[in-house]
């Protein structure tokens, strides 16, 4: 049993969404937005190290491997995480808007439990946008990308300024992502609009 709350039911004046010219071409790795992030970052030992690839369209795959340092119950993925999995490569597909926007909502169904050492195939799609909304849904499938799915969300993203993390991020993570030119460029990156 599944579906999503009147709160992610896109409003009458929502369009469709349109994939930015300058997004990264189809079957292009991503990288890290931040390589601090729990979600995708290298910098973080029990991270997820999600790797996500732009898809065709406002669409996006990764992948997910669940590490031991993943579970919730024996030889289980916590059920967090596997949110995590969904949020993350939800909140990619800002690369092909090129906008950049933070997860207001998710809503999870968890259809099979995900054992430890397994790859989790995901996939996201931007439904619907309503002037900084952005509706969007994604699914886990284990055993391969066409395997039945173990995970699905629907979400709302709301844009934001970039300013929105300097002000509200921890003074020296911010002082450090500054510094960094890496980190600069792929902010930079998400900037850039029509
Ligand atoms: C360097 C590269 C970085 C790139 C960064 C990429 C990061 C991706 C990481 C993965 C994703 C994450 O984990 S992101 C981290 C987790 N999320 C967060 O920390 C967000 C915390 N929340 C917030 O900061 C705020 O609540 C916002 C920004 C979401 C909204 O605040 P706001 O800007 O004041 O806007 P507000 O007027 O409240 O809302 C705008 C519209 O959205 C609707 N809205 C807002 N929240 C909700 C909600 N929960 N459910 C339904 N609707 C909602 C409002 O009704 C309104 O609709 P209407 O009246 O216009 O119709």
Known sequence: MSGSSAALQPPADAVKPVRHPDAPAPGELLGAHYGGCFGCGGDQPHGLHLEARAGEGVRITAEFTVQAAHQ???GLAHGGVL???LDE????????LRTVAVTGRLETDFLRPVPV???LHLEAE????AGRKIYSTA?????GPDGPVAVRADALFVEVKIDHFAQHGRP?????AMEDPDQMRRARAFEVNP
């Not at 931007?126 to 946008?129: I, L, Q, S």
């Not at 699914?139 to 055993?143: I, P």
């Open 72 to 74: 919730g119950a024996p």
């Open 83 to 85: 949110a995590t999995a």
């Open 89 to 96: 490569t939800l909140g990619s597909l800002n690369w092909l």
């Open 117 to 119: 050492g397994t790859t």
């Open 126 to 129: 931007v439904v619907a946008v």
């Open 139 to 143: 699914t886990g499938r284990v055993g």
């Open 172 to 176: 020296q993570e911010i002082r450090a």
